[in-house]
């Protein structure tokens, strides 16, 4: 099983963003308000607005498994595939944005879902859950880069 994993290329954005509505759906849209889904739903149909981000994606084939995209230093969507949850995709999509960008902190809003996905890449919160205007449920999370002693 071949897996390839780089920025968006023409043409996958939409399979993408199908990806992470997809897992939004399963895995977080039944603990949202319906604004929340609306709000969601929203953001990912602005494609200005995704295009704008930096973006990686795992592939198999035509098939998107994975999407970490950011804006700067914090991640503003980051959906593996269930199927291929646990199998590693995550973190080398993680490994990729870093080594892209060499930061030293990243920030996240994350959903209540995948606060343990982010503390296994080494986040921690900064503050308890939060619920926005907009219906989003979030935790701000925080990772910095190690310095040796």
């Known amino acids: 099983m071949r897996w390839r994993f780089g920025a968006y290329r023409g043409g996958e954005l939409p399979p993408a963003m199908d990806l992470c509505r997809r897992v939004f759906l399963e895995f977080e849209a039944p603990e949202y308000p319906p604004e929340g889904v609306e709000a969601f739903d929203t953001y990912l149909a602005d494609a200005a607005q995704v295009n704008s981000l930096t973006a990686f994606c795992a592939w198999e084939g035509s098939r998107p498994l994975g999407v970490l995209a950011a804006e700067g230093s914090h991640i503003a969507l980051f959906f593996v595939d269930p199927a291929f949850h646990r199998q590693g995709i995550g973190r080398r999509l993680f490994q990729a944005y870093l080594a892209e960008g060499g930061r030293e902190r990243v920030t996240v809003h994350s959903s209540p879902y995948a606060v343990e996905v982010y ?15 907009d219906g989003i449920r979030y935790t701000p999370m925080i990772w910095e880069q190690k310095t040796e002693s």
Not at 119 to 133: C, D, K, Q, Y
Request: aromatic content about 6%; glycine content about 6%.
């Open 119 to 133: 503390r296994h890449l080494g986040f921690s919160p900064t503050a308890e859950e939060h619920l926005s205007p």
